[in-house]
């Protein structure tokens, strides 16, 4: 004990009563009480299932991380084991399954599941090449940072059939989505459930990594230009597409029109979201864009939609049942025959309307709906044409009794009310 007081491994403090003199011992640093505890887990047969007692979700996992790293140098097989124990862990907590049904925009270096991956990156660094050695990893991101990284291939090339989801970002680097496929061998995934893919407007090869299995799938930044093999039927490859996000995508009029059709009838869909699809014949003059279709009226578990910056005059119905939260952001409604609500939107929560030219009629069809239903609804609105109406529209919220007026900005001529 001596010994180790002197050598700074341990630290000794003196607490005196009237009647006694207490002594507390502790570790002079938390890295050096990791480097013992692994010592202990890497040479007690029993001791892993303490650690994995101890992980009761991806935080507690990485609260551990410094242990595994030290564990993985010392007794590699005894790091599989833990890394095969701590699978189900992770595919139970709640960030997990959040993560796998989410879309849109990810903040990676954020997420949790991000930094397990640097930590068995780290813990494969620290273990000899062998093919016994094998660490268990479901959720994998390449970007700028992983892509040539030897030991993220190693991983990946281990847990190929183990792969639950895929974030590609190749926004800010020089390669090809087909570079990066090849490069990790990304084929035949067949247990994948998400992908997420952030482009850099160069042609789609994204029909390389649709696989069957996957239930969400983002699409950021690219270029569709073979009418041949069509964005439609790449997706309809999905054969459980649930979650979908395509924003900022390039198509052709016969693509997009297509497209649309097939959306309309995918009527399983639990979230959509659109943004920035551009004609590529028109893409400089949106309004000469023929009128599309976009009818989700049969999809009976769709909870989410979200609409923004579509080409062309929109024939849109979305009176489903399910849904719970509707934006629609810089569009123009066909006259016609768009139907943004209807009585029977008993789940409706939350409508946001911006940017929108609709009819006086649609408009006025959407506010008598909305006070017929019977319960409380929160919208927002605001810089809707024809402005003439809009106003007009604006001014009965504010003095009917039939809705709260949360805020009212004249200058930026928006509104949020809920329905009494």
């Not at 959306?263 to 309004?287: D, F, N, P």
Request: hydrophobic content about 35%; proline content about 2%.
């Amino acid at each position: 004990m001596k010994f180790i007081l002197h050598s700074g491994m341990l630290s000794e403090s003196t607490t005196k009563t009237l009647t006694k003199k207490f002594s507390k011992v502790s570790f002079s640093h938390k890295t050096v009480q990791e480097f013992f505890a692994a010592i202990f887990i890497s040479s007690q047969s029993d001791a892993q299932k303490t650690v994995v007692e101890k992980c009761r979700n991806v935080q507690d996992i990485l609260d551990m991380s410094k242990i595994c790293e030290f564990i993985s140098g010392m007794n590699a097989d005894r790091m599989c084991e833990i890394s095969n124990d701590l699978m189900s862990v992770i595919n139970e907590d709640e960030k997990t399954r959040h993560y796998r049904t989410r879309t849109g925009l990810e903040d990676r270096y954020n997420n949790p599941l991000y930094n397990i991956q640097k930590m068995f990156m780290s813990c494969l660094q620290e273990m000899p090449e062998s093919e016994n050695i094998q660490l268990c990893l479901q959720d994998f991101f390449i970007d700028g940072r992983t892509k040539h990284s030897k030991l993220l291939q190693r991983l990946l090339k281990q847990n190929k059939t183990n792969i639950k989801s895929l974030n590609i970002d190749i926004s800010r680097t020089s390669s090809s989505l087909r570079e990066i496929i090849d490069l990790f061998s990304l084929t035949n995934l067949s247990h994948i459930q998400k992908l997420y893919y952030n482009g850099d407007w160069k042609e789609a090869e994204t029909p390389r990594i649709l696989f069957p299995s996957l239930q969400c799938v983002t699409l950021r930044y690219g270029t569709w230009t073979n009418d041949e093999e069509n964005l439609s039927e790449n997706l309809a490859r999905v054969q459980n597409l649930q979650y979908l996000h395509i924003e900022q995508f390039t198509l052709s009029h016969k693509i997009l029109e297509t497209f649309y059709n097939f959306i309309s009838a995918q009527k399983s869909m639990k979230e959509l979201t659109l943004v920035g699809l551009y004609c590529k014949e028109h893409k400089y003059r949106r309004h000469d864009c023929q009128r599309l279709n976009l009818d989700l009226s049969q999809h009976s578990t769709l909870s989410e939609l979200h609409l923004f910056d579509l080409p062309g005059r929109l024939q849109l119905n979305i009176s489903t049942p399910s849904l719970v939260n509707v934006t629609l952001w810089d569009i123009n409604l066909d006259d016609e025959s768009s139907l943004l609500l209807s009585r029977d939107m008993l789940n409706i929560e939350r409508v946001k309307l911006e940017y929108i030219e609709m009819s006086a009629e649609s408009l006025q069809n959407f506010i008598i709906v909305l006070k017929n239903l019977p319960q409380s609804v929160t919208v927002q609105m605001g810089y809707i044409t024809p402005e003439t109406e809009y106003r007009r529209v604006r001014e009965n919220i504010r003095s009917s009794q039939t809705f709260h007026v949360i805020q009212g900005d004249d200058w930026r001529c928006g509104i949020e009310f809920k329905t009494i």
